[in-house]
């Protein structure tokens, strides 16, 4: 069952005090995006949030953490992550250090065994004792939900691991549980405020949408991003700032293949404020573009247009045969859903949605049932620990 709201009510008064606390750890919110993380806190649900990097997603769950006095727990996630880099896994150098320090008590117990059967018998007795909290690895997923202290947990980016981990969080997600085999089922006492983000490098699934509020973070207009550079006082002058913002914008317009983001925006103001520039030019920029562009074929292609995008510049030059105007629209086989443009790259959409197929995750899945306490509901010894503690015996062995 979804939808299991565990609010908590005392973290913001309002959506106004949403984005007055956001704004005094210097993070500027629109209405919207201060009414997403009102109803994050008072439904108790996490929030999944997409857009193109650069724009805010992953700051926004630092000053959440900061704006409310909780500690954050970060998961980076990345292609080929599994279980255990996300929710725990078993301290198999402790447990092999302990099984030699009580060698002499394993031979006590084996010592009048009639049998190898029935020596096997007595040790897989004991086993409870090797799998236990005291040699389990917590990561931040588990971290989270132990936790007896308010968190904000942060899955980063989870639009780069292999779809197998979206179904490995769907018990987190859905009811702040994660379920270890050989212990039972832990239930967070106090339920973490968690964040997701993806860059859409791929689509996520309906199942893990469907657990999730949703918010689109997208570029802000002129107005609220020269607001946010300003908020971060990066020493340039505001007249400065609201040119620097105006040519950023324009090359978003150009086809990038990573078009700056806002902390693209804000490094460059700084770096611009330490280089002492009285004045924006397009020598002073075309010097300082690799600081927001980090492929070569995006600085040629921005190295391009800078003369003629500072106030004042005349027409770009043909650009392949045609009007090169960097405010152009781009053409649709390029575009993506998050807006960006891959000039060289084929379009990955058609791709991309034939592995977001619904009840994709569904089939068979069952959300396991615990208690609501948060000590662990023994229900069986197998599962991933054994195959953790196998798997670190064979690499041993090599």
């Known amino acids: 069952m979804t939808g299991i709201s565990h609010p908590v009510p005392d973290a913001f008064e309002s959506v106004t005090d949403v984005i007055e606390k956001l704004a005094a750890h210097g993070y500027i919110a629109d209405r919207r995006l201060a009414i997403t993380v009102y109803l994050l806190f008072r439904l108790g649900k996490p929030v999944l949030?997409?857009?193109?990097?650069?724009?805010?997603?992953?700051?926004?769950?630092?000053?959440?953490?900061?704006?409310?006095?909780?500690?954050?727990?970060?998961?980076?996630?990345?292609?080929?992550?599994?279980?255990?880099?996300?929710?725990?896994?078993?301290?198999?150098?402790?447990?092999l250090l302990y099984t030699q320090l009580l060698r002499e008590k394993i031979s006590e117990i084996v010592a009048d065994a009639p049998d190898l059967a029935a020596?096997?018998?007595?040790?897989?007795?004991?086993?409870?004792?090797?799998?236990?909290?005291?040699?389990?690895?917590?990561?931040?997923?588990?971290?989270?939900?132990?936790?007896?202290?308010?968190?904000?947990?942060?899955i980063d980016e989870i639009d780069r691991a292999d779809e197998a981990l979206e179904a490995v969080l769907l018990e987190c997600l859905?009811?702040?549980?994660?379920?270890?085999?050989?212990?039972?089922?832990?239930?967070?006492?106090?339920?973490p405020c968690v964040v997701l983000t993806s860059n859409n490098t791929r689509d996520l699934s309906a199942a893990l949408k469907r657990r999730c509020l949703h918010m689109f973070l997208d570029y802000p207009d002129a107005e609220r991003e020269l607001e946010i550079v300003r908020s971060k006082h990066t020493g340039l002058p505001d007249a400065l700032a609201a040119q620097l913002v105006g040519v950023v914008r324009e090359l978003r317009g150009l086809r990038l293949?990573?078009?700056?983001?806002?902390?693209?925006?804000?490094?460059?103001?700084?770096?611009?404020?330490?280089?002492?520039?009285?004045?924006?030019?397009?020598q002073l920029l075309m010097e300082t573009a690799?600081?927001?562009?980090?492929?070569?074929?995006?600085?040629?292609?921005?190295?391009?247009?800078?003369?003629?995008?500072?106030?004042?510049?005349?027409?770009?030059?043909?650009?392949?045969?045609?009007?090169?105007?960097?405010?152009?629209a781009p053409s649709p086989a390029h575009t993506h859903a998050n807006g960006h443009t891959h000039a060289d790259e084929p379009d990955g959409r058609a791709v991309r949605a034939a592995m977001d197929q619904l009840g994709r995750h569904e089939v068979g899945y069952r959300l396991p049932s615990g208690p609501s306490a948060a000590e662990p509901h023994r229900d069986g010894r197998s599962g991933q620990g054994q195959r953790a503690f196998s798997a670190a015996v064979r690499r041993r062995a090599r």
């Open 49 to 95: 949030l997409e857009g193109p990097a650069g724009v805010g997603k992953t700051e926004l769950a630092k000053v959440l953490a900061a704006a409310t006095g909780r500690r954050l727990l970060r998961l980076q996630c990345y292609e080929g992550q599994d279980e255990s880099r996300a929710l725990y896994e078993w301290d198999y150098g402790k447990q």
């Open 119 to 154: 020596a096997v018998e007595r040790i897989g007795d004991q086993d409870g004792v090797f799998f236990s909290d005291r040699f389990l690895s917590p990561r931040p997923v588990l971290e989270a939900i132990r936790s007896r202290e308010p968190a904000v947990l942060l």
């Open 290 to 328: 690799n600081v927001v562009l980090k492929y070569e074929r995006d600085l040629k292609r921005a190295l391009e247009a800078l003369p003629h995008l500072v106030p004042g510049g005349r027409a770009a030059p043909a650009e392949e045969g045609a009007a090169h105007d960097p405010r152009r």
């Open 257 to 282: 293949r990573k078009s700056p983001g806002i902390s693209e925006t804000v490094d460059w103001a700084r770096a611009l404020a330490v280089l002492g520039a009285a004045e924006l030019d397009a």
């Open 174 to 191: 859905d009811e702040y549980q994660v379920s270890v085999p050989e212990i039972g089922t832990y239930v967070a006492a106090v339920p």
